[in-house]
């Protein structure tokens, strides 16, 4: 099979100013040195090394400063590497970031044709892709308007719209297609394949474990710029997901290694499906059960609280759930239980969520489990419409709408 790309040992350094938090004695002490700081070097990626077969989706994840975004920036000849060599065979089209690429005080129009240009094509190429570029991208209503009045949807559409029908030999997309409505982001991943049936080169990075599963014939996957393992997708994200699951039963049954003053201890934690059994892939919209059982040697315990925290690979919290809302401070709970929260409509769009929890006993942290255990959302039925929001709205709000006439 002939090859698309090929990465021989790359390296990136960057040279950063450490921060420090001092007093303002020992600020004043090193004022003259700050006015000349020590550059100290950073490593974003280290040995990178490998090929990419032409007409081949490749996925590529990794938590934030895993070296994901230097990686693609150096493949699409924005950064240099520090050492090592890259070869790209064929003509390239990157979609990194909302608007790269484009200039915003031109318009949407001719944006196009800037990047087409820059792309090597003609006016004439152009022309004739023009209709569908606009067709696609649905801004025609907006196309001699300046692209800096453009929403973030609005610049994806026509950046991608632009990106792929310019026929690029190789297309390199990072996590954009967060951005936009569930049903663009479809009409792109349609694209995309179609691409790759013509026999083009696709590089997509991007959170959406479900896009990277769909969409990639391998999977890199990347952590703190080294590559820890390139295979089968299923394989390589199961790794990834196990990875960054830190806290595990060991840590349940250790509770000396856990934060807090140990008043109140967590012994189990699980999320149950509504026939409650144990589940780890949940439906948007349908019924779960947190159960966390714990146990004290206290009696007579009262003001307490109990929160479980879902928050993104990246440590982003997207939802809080806080026993306070229902069970009253004042209210004496028995020593050994197990404090159940109900979710009637799960309400977290389509991703990867980890979990914490934690418990408090007058206002003080008694036991904190931190990534205990992941899950993973998939489309389900939170709306009537079977519709979901793009990704990038991660909490679903459970509203109801309708039209009063006048």
């Keep these: 099979m002939a090859k698309a790309i090929k990465v021989r040992n790359v390296s990136k350094t960057f040279k950063i100013t450490p921060v420090r938090v001092d007093s303002l004695r020992q600020n004043l002490q090193r004022a003259l040195r700050l006015m000349f700081p020590k550059k100290v070097p950073f490593l974003a990626l280290d040995d ?39 070869e790209l065979f064929g003509k390239v089209n990157t979609l990194l970031e909302v608007g790269t690429g484009f200039h915003p005080e031109l318009t949407g129009r001719e944006n196009i044709f800037l990047n087409g240009s820059i792309l090597g094509l003609s006016r004439s190429d152009i022309r ?50 967060s951005v936009g409505d569930a049903a663009f982001q479809k009409k792109c991943i349609r694209k995309m394949e179609e691409e790759v049936l013509q026999g083009r080169t696709v590089l997509f990075v991007s959170h959406n474990m479900d896009q990277i599963r769909k969409l990639s014939k391998r999977v890199m996957l990347l952590h703190r710029g080294k590559i820890e393992e390139i295979g089968d997708p299923e394989r390589t994200i199961e790794r990834y997901l196990s990875d960054h699951q830190i806290v595990n039963q060991d840590i349940v049954r250790h509770p000396e290694q856990r934060r807090g003053n140990g008043d109140i201890r967590i012994v189990d934690i699980a999320l149950l499906d509504n026939s409650y059994k144990k589940c780890d892939v949940l439906l948007s919209g349908s019924e779960y059960f947190f159960q966390m059982e714990y146990t004290s040697e206290l009696s007579g315990l009262d003001q307490v609280e109990f929160r479980i925290m879902l928050k993104t690979i990246d440590g982003q919290v997207m939802l809080t759930l806080l026993s306070r809302m229902h069970i009253p401070a004042s209210e004496t709970i028995a020593p050994k239980a197990v404090a159940e929260c109900r979710l009637s409509k799960f309400p977290l769009n389509q991703g990867i969520y980890f979990v914490d929890v934690e418990i408090y006993h007058h206002s003080e942290l008694a036991d904190l489990l931190q990534n205990v255990f992941s899950i993973e959302v998939v489309r389900g039925p939170f709306y009537s419409t079977g519709d979901l929001p793009p990704v990038s709205v991660p909490v679903l709000a459970d509203d109801a709408w309708k039209i009063i006439a006048n």
């Design 128 to 177: 004739t892709r023009f209709d569908e570029i606009v067709d696609f991208s649905e801004v025609e209503t907006f196309l001699d308007t300046p692209v800096k009045h453009y929403s973030s949807g609005m610049f994806v559409r026509l950046a991608f719209s632009v990106a792929a029908h310019l026929n690029p030999d190789i297309l390199i997309v990072d996590e954009v297609l």
């Design 48 to 86: 990178i090394s490998f090929e990419v077969d032409e007409g081949e989706v490749f996925g590529i994840i990794g938590m934030n400063g895993s070296g994901k975004s230097t990686l693609l920036k150096i493949l699409s000849r924005i950064m240099v590497p520090t050492t090592g060599r890259i």
